[in-house]
């Protein structure tokens, strides 16, 4: 089992930063890609940004230029910590903030942190 846990969530005006952390632990080896996925209220969840093992990213076009994700695998393979850096953040960009990870065929969620930006 992998347990995903995210912190970092708050409250920022527009225009303003936040940095979500995803800590992966448990049976951590073999994880390939993570992800950050959010959703806003009434809406379908949709990705934002993915990382692989080989430090390969993708974004999605909203976060294009305003988000860096990153990943940090640890020396000791007791952890992998996934990371969301947001600038410029908008109010269209309030949602709980998931992150996923997936293993040999298995796909595994954190619980979410709420992210909300005030005009």
């Known amino acids: 089992q992998v347990q995903l846990v995210e912190s970092g969530g708050g409250l920022v005006q527009a225009g303003g930063s936040l940095r979500l952390s995803c800590t992966a632990s448990g049976r951590i080896t073999g994880i390939n890609v993570m992800y950050w996925y959010r959703q806003a209220p009434g809406a379908q969840r949709e990705l934002v940004a993915t990382?692989?093992?080989?430090?390969?990213?993708?974004?999605?076009?909203f976060a294009k230029g305003r988000f860096t994700i990153a990943r940090d695998n640890g020396s000791d393979n007791a952890k992998i910590t996934l990371y969301l850096q947001m600038n410029s953040l908008k109010p269209e960009d309030t949602a709980v903030y998931y992150c996923k990870a997936d293993r040999w065929g298995f796909t595994y969620w954190g619980q979410g942190t709420q992210v909300t930006v005030s005009s």
């Open positions: 990382t692989t093992n080989g430090g390969s990213t993708n974004y999605a076009e």
